[in-house]
């Protein structure tokens, strides 16, 4: 997991002496290439840790701030919707943040604006603040989102299953331990702020790993800057994924798994306490369905690496998802784990999109733009799952129109699987 070292300024080709070249003498590298990947890796980690946990903490203790900050109803339903909206408009700036700033300056701002949010919206009175701050913490999240897979292309090229099966089990740990502990603090210290704020910590120390990073970036543009020559080579098209097929196909496929996910995430509790079973054991039952997918976050990407196409992968997470939708549909209570396993298998998804953005592109520039168009994109789309899963819950109160509804978006999730699946990339498509 080494990253590959940075380029070195080429000589001049013209001498004013004629004569024998000096001998070069090569500046020491501040940080030796394997304690560098190290570090990258596990800065990556600890951003990994935080890219769920100010949502699902939110989430946990949603009644209590809507109690303590006296929000409306329409202000608790704007504050539960902005992860998408965050996540969609924020994460299509990414690259062009990337294209002035190298990476790591760019996490470190991230993980600041992540830390100053979550600590600002913790202890403010007013639901306007409230707002605000969320959202300003929630840009961070969007950022590292789209950043995570193009550093894994940039600095683990050969290892992009592995690393991003490492990334998306910390997420998955992330969003599990933030879920199952948020309420807990808040009632060890007698306040929803402490449970709400105390996720502040983990991404303030994110940021420490970057920095050193960021400040090596600065000092190699700084050198490269002084050596360069005129430019003699013309700078690659940028990459436009939003006019390529790929490029579809994939935010198609994020945007329908994304939407599956948050339904899940929102709704099947009710959908256990409707089927019978108490408040606890609903919750731990969807708790089930996050804690059996960290396996399945770590072994999806190695997998999808190995394999000359995913189809087989696609079409498997396809059955899985399916058979628990039509459990869940038919027999909700008596076989209730063996759904939870299910769907835990299916939203094995959510992991293989992330590998494939990085499978399908050549370079971290294609990476990073494939990566902010999928995500971007796909975003817009897993908005609609809670609220139309919402509506027709309400409508028709019953669980039979909602769980068809999600067969529907599998089945334009399969579809898109399809194309996405052989091997192609966009740079060769734009």
């Known amino acids: 997991m080494t990253p590959p070292p940075p380029p070195t300024a080429t000589a001049p080709t013209t001498d004013v002496t004629p004569g024998p070249a000096p ?125 995570l897979p193009m550093l894994v292309k940039q600095h683990f090229p050969h290892r992009t299953g592995l690393v991003t099966g490492a990334y998306t089990m910390a997420l998955t740990v992330g969003t599990t331990v933030a879920a199952a502990s948020a309420v807990p603090v808040a009632h060890a210290f007698g306040s929803w702020r402490a449970g709400l704020g105390v996720w502040a910590g983990l991404a303030a120390l994110a940021v420490i790993p970057w920095v050193p990073l960021a400040l090596r970036a600065r000092a190699a543009r700084r050198a490269a800057d002084r050596t360069a020559t005129p430019a003699v080579v013309a700078a690659p098209a940028r990459v436009r994924p939003g006019r390529t097929r790929l490029g579809w196909a994939m935010a198609v496929y994020f945007g329908a798994q994304s939407l599956s996910g948050y339904a899940i995430m929102g709704w099947l509790a009710q959908l256990f306490r409707d089927a ?80 494939t953005i990085g499978l399908r592109a050549r370079t971290a520039e294609g990476t990073v733009a494939l990566s902010a168009f999928a995500q971007s994109t796909g975003y817009v789309i897993a908005a609609l799952g809670p609220l139309l899963v919402g509506i027709l819950y309400e409508a028709t109160g019953g669980w039979t129109a909602p769980l068809g509804f999600l067969l529907v978006a599998l ?20």
Do not use: C, H, K
């Open 23 to 147: 001998a070069a003498t090569p500046d020491p590298p501040a940080v030796s290439p394997v304690r560098g990947g190290l570090l990258v890796l596990v800065g990556m980690l600890l951003v990994a840790l935080n890219l769920r946990a100010a949502v699902t903490s939110l989430g946990a203790l949603l009644d209590e701030i809507r109690v303590g900050l006296g929000l409306s109803g329409t202000m608790a339903g704007l504050v539960t919707t902005l992860p998408t909206i965050a996540f969609a408009g924020l994460g299509a700036l990414t690259p062009w943040l990337v294209r002035r700033w190298a990476a790591p300056r760019v996490l470190v701002l991230a993980m600041i604006a992540l830390t100053a949010g979550q600590v600002l919206r913790a202890v403010t009175g007013s639901a306007a603040v409230f707002v605000l701050t969320s959202a300003l913490a929630l840009a961070g999240i969007a950022v590292a989102n789209i950043l």
């Open 276 to 355: 019978g079973y108490r408040p606890e054991a609903a919750g731990l039952l969807l708790a089930g369905v996050t804690a059996l997918g960290v396996p399945v976050a770590l072994t999806m990407p190695a997998l999808a690496g190995r394999l000359a196409t995913l189809r087989p992968l696609v079409l498997s997470l396809t059955a899985f998802s399916t058979a628990a939708y039509v459990g869940l549909a038919l027999a909700p209570r008596g076989l209730a784990p063996l759904w939870v396993l299910l769907l835990a298998l299916g939203q094995g998804a959510f992991p293989l999109i992330l590998t």
């Open 411 to 430: 089945a334009v999730q399969t579809t898109a699987g399809m194309v996405i699946a052989r091997p192609r990339y966009i740079e060769d498509e734009r």
